[in-house]
């Protein structure tokens, strides 16, 4: 099955569904996480960004930042609560967040966070729009794809095990885990040259990983008095900070108090990896 997404003739896969396939209606519950989203659109508007409050996710950050790269007008609808209200399941059926929609698309839908920042940097090329955060070389586009497989997949829960760990005995095991799946973004910084991670510009590599590494700067200080040691990750640091100058980073981020008040409702509890944006 195909739909026609703004003109482009777009396959339905994982993470893309069409208006008018929606799962079995479930049982009506209370609304919650405000307005009802699914009656409440402007059909003028050309995307809509469903995210969770205070910007307190980091897979909902990596496609903020996308938006504000790009410069695509969009508006942000929060959703809240666990369960996820029933009117943003008719919209995303997995509950979880970033998702878009776009009104002017017959209400295309479109979720998870690494198919929704190509989407949209494809849907920008497609407009005409010059943009390099995913670049047409092939050879770019794997490399991009690598590097962020390896975020989702070894680096980030890494990083959330080691601050949730409370047996002190274990800490220098699961820090040098941690340190290990960090190596190879340091490894990327010194074949590309910098100051990102493929290089001159900012790409995708860089939106997927950089959420995880901002918490982890500000959480592991926090609660296990953990920096990123200078001698080993010299190139990791900069391109931390050169990140952190982003116009896109600074308005899709959380303050430094607010995480660790974020941070706290994990730590204190038996949160699992991936909490916030679960759906039960």
Same mark, same amino acid.
């Given at each position: 099955m195909?739909?026609? &997404? #703004? ?7 994982a993470?893309?569904?069409?208006a008018?396939?929606?799962l ?6 209370e609304?919650r ?5 699914t ?9 809509? #960004?469903f ?16 938006l504000?790269?790009l410069?695509?007008?969009f508006?942000i609808?929060?959703?809240?609560? !666990? ?5 943003y399941?008719?919209?995303?059926p997995?509950?979880?967040?970033p998702a878009?929609r !776009? ?5 295309? +839908?479109?979720?998870? *966070?690494?198919i929704?920042?190509?989407?949209l940097?494809?849907y ?5 729009e010059?943009?390099s955060?995913?670049p ?17 997949n ?9 601050? !949730?760990n ?5 800490d220098e095991?699961l820090?040098a885990?941690?340190?290990?799946a &960090? ?6 910084l010194?074949?590309?040259g910098?100051p990102?991670l493929l290089?001159?510009?900012?790409t $995708?590599?860089?939106?997927?990983? $950089?959420?995880?590494?901002?918490r982890?700067k500000?959480?592991l200080q ?13 190139? &990791?640091?900069?391109?931390?900070d050169?990140? &952190? ?6 308005e *899709? *981020? ?6 660790i008040? +974020? ?7 038996d949160?699992k990896?991936?909490? $916030?944006?679960?759906?039960?």
């Open positions: 195909r739909a026609l &997404l #703004f003109g482009l003739s777009v396959p339905l896969a993470g893309f569904a069409a008018g396939h929606h079995p209606a479930r049982t009506a519950t609304l996480g405000g307005y009802d989203a009656v409440g659109a402007d059909p003028s508007t050309p995307i809509q #960004f995210t969770l409050p205070g910007n307190t996710c980091p897979y909902a950050q990596r496609t903020h930042i996308v504000k790269e410069g695509l007008p508006d609808t929060e959703v809240s609560g !666990m369960p996820k209200p029933d009117w399941l008719k919209i995303n997995r509950g979880k967040v878009l !776009m009104p002017t698309a017959d209400y295309a +839908v479109v979720y998870e *966070s690494a929704c920042n190509e989407f940097c494809d920008a090329t497609a407009l005409q010059e943009q955060l995913m047409s070389d092939p050879f770019l586009r794997a490399k991009i794809r690598l590097l962020c497989d390896h975020c989702d070894v680096f980030a829960g890494t990083q959330f095990t080691y601050l !949730m409370k047996e002190d005995q274990r095991e820090c885990e941690m340190e290990n &960090l190596a190879a973004y340091e490894e990327a010194a074949g590309s910098g990102y290089g001159e510009d900012f $995708l590599a860089d939106v997927h990983v $950089l959420p995880f590494l901002q982890l500000i959480t926090h609660w296990k008095a953990y920096e990123l040691p200078k001698d080993k990750f010299p190139k &990791l640091l900069c391109w931390l050169a990140c &952190l100058q982003r116009e896109s980073v600074r *899709s *981020s959380m303050s430094e108090e607010k995480t008040e +974020v941070y706290t409702r994990f730590v204190g509890a949160y990896f991936g909490g $916030l944006n679960a759906n039960k």
